[in-house]
């Protein structure tokens, strides 16, 4: 049984977990929680909270990593690729051609404040909005259809945003998408006790009432650089 395999290239402490939540509350979908990350942590000096345990339990070489987690046989109509930006190290990544692919994006001011939150000093590379535009462009100039997500968009309008990817994918919406149990699941990487407890207190995609977000002035030339990248992506995603 041959399935449509979904790929999330996301940005960190975005809504990609609740995503990866949201088509794994779908009868017809399997998911995959971040299979490139000890791939991308064995090739970097990058120190993220559970490294050692991360390289124990994900492949690190990426031909495995392709045969066993991105393209391996399944049953199931749908598989979900929850991924990020910054873990294709590749110039051009021709994978991705063979893979239905969605970038999710977030307000730069919002994502530098929450990372900053784990990782004191992000770079624009930890970020990962400009390597997803550079991946958004690699894959336009190859004639694949992307879709773009914008988090504060879909928490605006959740399932008007949800139907609307579906449609895009050429796949029908499922009300499931809408809800999900709190908690852990199955799918969580172990990096999940690190980055993940919002999302375990979730039912659904809430929108998180926050006050303006003042940013420290060590992070402001950070926030600078990823302007250009979001807003070029923004104009492209999905409107609630």
């Not at 399935?3 to 996301?10: A, D, E, M, P, T």
């Not at 990609?16 to 088509?23: G, N, P």
């Not at 390597?131 to 958004?136: P, V």
């Not at 006050?211 to 070029?232: M, S």
Request: with cysteine.
């Amino acid at each position: 049984m041959s399935c449509k395999r979904i790929n999330l290239i996301s940005g960190p402490r975005n809504i990609s977990t609740a995503l990866m939540y949201s088509f794994g509350n779908r009868p017809d979908t399997k998911v995959v929680d971040e299979p490139m990350y000890a791939y991308y942590l064995s090739r970097t000096e990058i120190e993220h909270p559970g490294k050692e345990q991360i390289l124990k339990d994900l492949p690190s070489d990426l031909e495995v990593v392709k045969q066993t987690l991105l393209f391996n046989p399944l049953n199931t109509d749908y598989y979900f690729i929850k991924s990020m930006a910054h873990h294709y190290l590749e110039e051009e990544p021709d994978f991705l051609l063979d893979l239905n692919n969605v970038f999710l994006i977030r307000d730069p001011k919002k994502l530098i404040s929450s990372f900053s939150n784990v990782i004191p000093n992000p770079s624009l590379r930890d970020i990962g909005i400009k390597r997803g535009y550079e991946l958004y462009q690699y894959l336009i100039n190859n004639g694949k259809k992307c879709l773009v997500l914008d988090s504060g968009e879909v928490l605006k309008n959740p399932e008007k945003v949800l139907i609307s990817l579906c449609e895009g994918l050429e796949i029908p919406f499922k009300k499931e998408m809408l809800h999900w149990k709190p908690g852990p699941r199955l799918e969580d990487g172990v990096w999940a006790k690190y980055w993940y407890k919002n999302v375990h207190q979730s039912s659904g995609f809430q929108k998180n009432i926050t006050k303006e977000v003042d940013l420290p002035e060590r992070l402001i030339p950070l926030y600078e650089d990823t302007l250009p990248y979001y807003y070029k992506l923004y104009e492209e995603s999905i409107k609630a």
